[in-house]
Nanobody, 119 residues
Framework: VQLQASGGGVAQAGGSLRLTCAASGMFLSVNDMAWYRQAPGISRELVARITKAGDTYYADSVRGRFTISIDNAKKSVTLQMNSLKPGDTAVYLC??????????????WGQGTLVTVSS
């Protein structure tokens, strides 16, 4: 299973960016997908998670500013980030929990994508 992330880049404070992550490979289904972020010297933080049913979770620091959505047909997740703050600067990592062809639940990580927010 591979997770391909795209998006990110540089934005000014108050601006917007969009991250997308698509899952591909041999698996039966995606249970949920999420975005984490990691800034230098700070532990990895769960930013937002969404289940295949559409249930969502947001970290307090991003609730009301970020929106996560899932496309079950395309096995992809999008994180729309609005009202960005310098504190949102981090490497963002995509995560997916999938049901494998062998009926196991396994978690995969994509490569990180850098988001930089300037003040």
């Amino acid at each position: 299973v591979q997770l391909q992330a795209s998006g990110g880049g540089v934005a000014q404070a108050g601006g917007s960016l969009r991250l997308t992550c698509a899952a591909s490979g041999m698996f039966l289904s995606v249970n949920d997908m999420a975005w984490y972020r990691q800034a230098p010297g700070i532990s990895r933080e769960l930013v937002a998670r969404i289940t295949k049913a559409g249930d969502t979770y947001y970290a307090d620091s991003v609730r009301g500013r970020f929106t996560i959505s899932i496309d079950n047909a395309k096995k992809s997740v999008t994180l729309q980030m609005n009202s960005l703050k310098p504190g949102d600067t981090a490497v963002y990592l995509c995560n997916a929990e999938v049901l494998t062809a062998m009926q196991f639940v396994h978690t995969y990580w994509g490569q990180g994508t850098l988001v930089t927010v300037s003040s």
